[in-house]
């Protein structure tokens, strides 16, 4: 697996990813057109790589070809305008998926990973995100990670972890 940062290009990928993470359960849930429509999740694409944005995209180096295993990728988001896991306007919320036929092979981590050091070494205090309930592999990942539960948004934890 290769993980590289994600670029203005990549806005596809990451669209794809976007719909990916909020379909988790197998179920079409969304649409490409609903899912942009939705006020909250449109936030987390829209005029991507502002200043302050920061992604990865994780792919099959031996497939350069292939779809995506999958993305992660963070931006600072206001209260007057946030996301479903807003804590604070300069703590940026994270958005990742993995590929369904991807999952359970490390990739969640590596991306993860990858994203928290970029966002150390970039001087982030902390970052955020929102787990829905009964994605209980995500959640796992991210409580490996040191993420804790800080606030509830309808069927969602709010997660915070302090870098």
């Known amino acids: 697996m290769r993980v590289r940062e994600a670029t203005d290009d990549d806005l596809p990928v990451l669209r794809a990813m976007l719909l990916e993470a909020n379909n988790w359960t197998g179920e079409e849930r969304f649409t490409p057109a609903r899912l942009l429509a939705d006020p909250h999740a449109g936030r987390y694409l829209a005029g991507w790589r502002r200043p302050g944005d920061l992604g990865f995209v994780a792919s099959d180096p031996s497939s350069p070809d292939a ?3 999958g993305s992660i990728w963070a931006r600072p988001l206001p209260a007057a305008a946030p996301g479903y896991g807003y804590v604070a306007d300069d703590v ?3 958005s990742m998926a993995v590929a ?4 359970g092979r490390g990739v969640g981590t590596a ?3 990858t994203c928290v050091d970029a966002g150390r070494a ?7 995100l929102s787990v829905e309930d009964g994605n209980e592999a995500a959640r796992h990942l991210y409580v490996r990670h040191g ?3 800080v606030g509830r948004n309808g069927g969602a934890d709010t997660m ?3 870098l």
Do not use: D, Y
């Open 67 to 69: 779809p995506a295993l």
């Open 92 to 94: 940026p919320e994270l």
């Open 100 to 103: 369904a036929h991807a999952r």
């Open 111 to 113: 991306l993860l990973s």
């Open 122 to 128: 970039r001087g982030w205090r902390a970052v955020s």
């Open 147 to 149: 993420f804790v539960t």
């Open 160 to 162: 915070l972890l302090e």
